[in-house]
């Protein structure tokens, strides 16, 4: 072989083109340029038009039209006037004509009509009077464009009902706690429950994290124990080892089904540690709960589903800070952890943080390890403590989505809205956090 | 390290019979020298030949590379700096460091020069920082120039600035020996300039070992040279000649240190 590339007609060295074939070379080599970015553009618009597809369903389902039906309509009651306007005696003489006696008698008992605020009152002759019944419901497009045969349809089965239109994302919607029915459901519960794991898994996978990713950057090949001895040599070599399982196998853990963190969650902390994770060993007991199926439980599984990235990205973050901040401070005398604590982890920590909110934010949404460990799927009171029945937005959503009233799809969109909302405030706190970080470090 | 052994030897650093390892593979062989006190000593050679190698062994900065090793002796005051029961840290305080790559912390100009005092433990009022900042930054000959801003960050100086801020900090820890690895090559001519006449003025109270590929720079500033070479057999540096600047770069007693110093070589 090395004879032959010797010879001397192997030794020529091509040709480059020049002159027209130069300038068509390069005008085939712009076109070629054009096409790639013409095909780049495409996989954009493509993601770009699901995008819009999603927020197309979700708003088309959570706004939209509803068929109402009224015992009575207001205007009877009020000769036209809106109920809003009338004084509170009018409003009392018109509960007094039109309730039964019995009935009026008892909302006396409660409380005295005269008492009673306007508001109050108003609301009792929309409930106990008026009485609106949703009788049907129509997506915002079936609203909006197709108002003739939507009416058509509901004057055939319902000559008294009106089509109204309808918000079901409202305040109401999300301060008042789930019921089953679904026009006066909302989602407070599922809220507060998310809020609780949020918070929870974030302060127990947070310091496990960073600490264990600072170990793993900063430490791994110290050798803490005393070299001189067989113990302390036996020592060192299980905690590297172990260091380095972890650190080869913590990609593998982040890709694990969550699934599997659900079914690990409920074997240890729902089973194994109830005494624990059910308040019962701190002396609370929860008659509702009475087993590990807690907020707690849920926070320590949803905290190892989360550990992985958690770590991953911390050391990451750790990473990038230069080695040249390290070797100043070791020059001008400073420990390890000195350097750790008053160098390393202030530069990292913009990175940490973004990472740490990413990857828990990436948790709100997860359902799966919930429902294995026993979260509740209906549940109207609101979590009070660590060891609370919860349920979350993802659990409820689901909930509802499963359910065949078309009310209970309405609903479960706008509680995707509202989910959607939180995990996008979330990934916006984290981005704002870190250039606050990030500013504060290079001004100051 | 104990200050007993504290000595009026005028010697600051001695090492002996010193080899450095990075794995197996020998970087440097056999040093042995001494440098003076309150002398600039220059160590230069072509690159690669361990010249760094040799100076972050003078602070147990190699330490810190994981497979790095030193064996023999290195002296400081007649102690050895790696006998088992010294502490690097100790050294680190004593023995300061200034870096190719100008490297202030991305904090204030003020908590660049207080972090070195804090972390050693430092004990005083707020006006006595102050002062302590205030000396350091004269010290660096950057005062002037930043009194007014000792509140912006470190990072917004420029690169010979940058590099003063770095002397100023290693200087606030009041330090015997400060060590500088290429500490102007990332500056220009007036900035370096600045730093070497800070150099002469620093020479009256530490030691100063610097490394430069800048033979002009060695000449002006450094009162004794150290001349490394890589051996060509097994590629480790050695040390060829040591003696006063002058004597190295007018009369050099090795072909190979003329050669170099001449500009005819590597
Ligand atoms: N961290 C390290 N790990 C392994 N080998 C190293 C390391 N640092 C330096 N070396 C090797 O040691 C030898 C000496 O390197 P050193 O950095 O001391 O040279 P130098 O004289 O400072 O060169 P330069 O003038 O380019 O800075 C070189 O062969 C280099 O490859
Ligand atoms: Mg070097």
């Not at chain 1, 095909?39 to 699901?50: D, N, P, R, V, Y």
């Not at chain 1, 004509?97 to 008698?105: A, E, G, H, Q, Y």
């Not at chain 1, 109204?164 to 809220?191: C, H, Q, Y």
């Not at chain 2, 220059?42 to 602070?59: H, Q």
């Amino acid at each position: 072989m090395s004879t032959e590339s010797l010879r001397p007609e192997r030794q020529s060295i091509g040709s480059l083109p020049e002159g027209e074939a130069a300038r068509q070379n390069v005008s085939s080599r712009q076109r070629r340029g054009k096409i790639w970015q013409g095909i780049l553009l495409a996989c954009t618009i493509f993601g770009i038009i699901i995008l819009l597809m999603l927020a197309y369903n979700i708003v088309n389902d959570a706004f939209g039209g509803i068929g109402v039906q009224y015992a009575v309509e207001e205007e009877d009651l009020t000769d036209g006037r809106p109920l809003e306007e009338l004084s509170q005696a009018e409003l009392i003489a018109i509960l007094e004509t039109n309730l039964r006696s019995r009935v009026l008698k008892n909302l006396e008992r409660e409380r005295p009509l005269a008492e009673r605020s306007r508001e109050e009152l108003i609301d009792i002759i929309n409930d106990e009077i008026i009485k609106p019944e949703v009788v049907a419901v129509y997506s915002l497009s079936e609203f909006l464009f197709d108002r003739p045969t939507i009416e058509a349809e509901l004057r055939k089965s319902h000559p008294r009902a009106e089509i109204e239109f309808k918000s079901w994302l409202s305040w109401d919607f999300i301060v008042t706690p789930m019921s089953s029915n679904p026009v006066e459901a909302g989602i407070r519960t599922a809220i507060l429950g998310t809020l609780y794991l949020l918070w929870l898994t974030m302060l127990i996978s947070f310091p496990l994290g960073v600490g264990a990713a600072i170990y793993l950057e900063e430490y791994k090949n110290d050798k803490p124990f005393d070299e001189r001895i067989p113990a302390g040599r036996w020592m060192n070599n299980a905690i590297q080892r172990s260091a380095g399982l972890i650190e080869t196998n913590i990609y593998n853990l982040s890709g694990v089904p969550s699934i599997i963190y659900g079914i690990l969650g409920l074997a240890i902390f729902v089973r194994a540690l109830e005494q624990f994770t059910s308040g019962a060993v701190f002396g609370y007991a929860d008659p509702t709960t009475a087993n590990g199926r807690t907020i707690l439980s849920a926070a320590l599984t949803m905290s190892l589903l989360v550990l992985p990235v958690v770590i991953i990205s911390s050391q990451e973050a750790i990473r990038a800070v230069p080695g040249s901040m390290r070797q100043a401070s070791y020059g001008l005398g400073a420990t390890k952890w000195q350097t750790v604590w008053k160098i390393v982890l202030p530069n990292a920590m913009p990175g940490i943080l973004t990472g740490t909110i990413l990857s828990i934010s990436r948790a709100i949404g997860e359902t799966a390890p919930l429902i294995v460990i026993g979260a509740s799927t209906f549940i109207v009171t609101d979590p009070t403590s660590l060891f609370s029945k919860f349920t979350v937005l993802p659990l409820q959503i689901y909930n509802w989505t499963s359910r065949p009233q078309p009310e209970f799809r309405a609903i479960a969109a706008a509680g995707i809205i509202v989910l959607l909302v939180l995990l996008l405030s979330l990934n916006a706190a984290a981005i704002l956090l870190r250039n606050y970080l990030r500013s504060k470090r290079v001004s100051t | 390290m104990s200050t007993t052994t504290m000595n009026d030897s005028k010697y600051a650093i001695e090492t002996r019979a010193m080899n450095i390892y990075y794995g197996a593979f020998r970087a440097v062989k056999d040093v042995t020298f001494s440098i003076e006190r309150n002398k600039i000593t220059a160590l230069i050679g072509p690159s690669g030949c361990g010249k760094s190698t040799v100076l972050r062994s003078f602070n147990r900065m190699n330490d810190l590379i994981p497979g790095a090793r030193t064996e023999g002796e290195v002296l400081y005051h007649g102690q050895n700096l790696y006998d088992p029961d010294v502490d690097a840290v100790q050294v680190r305080r004593q023995i300061g460091m200034v870096f190719q790559k100008p490297n202030p912390f991305p904090k204030s100009i003020y908590d660049n020069i207080a972090y070195g005092p804090r972390i050693n433990g430092w004990k005083g009022t707020r006006a006595e920082m102050d002062e302590l900042v205030e000396r350091a930054l004269v010290g660096a000959a950057l005062w002037d120039e930043v009194k007014d801003k000792l509140n912006q960050s470190g990072l917004s100086l420029s690169g010979g600035q940058q590099q003063r801020l770095c002397i100023a900090r290693a200087i606030a820890v009041q330090p015997e020996v400060i060590l500088m690895d290429e500490p102007c090559s990332a500056l220009d001519p007036i900035s370096t300039l600045k730093i070497e006449e800070l150099m002469l003025e620093l020479r009256q109270r530490y030691t100063i070992v610097i490394v430069t590929h800048n033979m002009q720079q060695a000449a002006r500033v450094s009162d004794y040279t150290a001349f490394f070479l890589m051996d060509k057999e097994d590629r480790a540096g050695e040390l060829v000649e040591y003696d006063v600047t002058s004597k190295v770069f007018q009369n050099p007693a090795d072909k190979r240190t003329e050669e170099y110093v001449s500009g005819r070589f590597g």
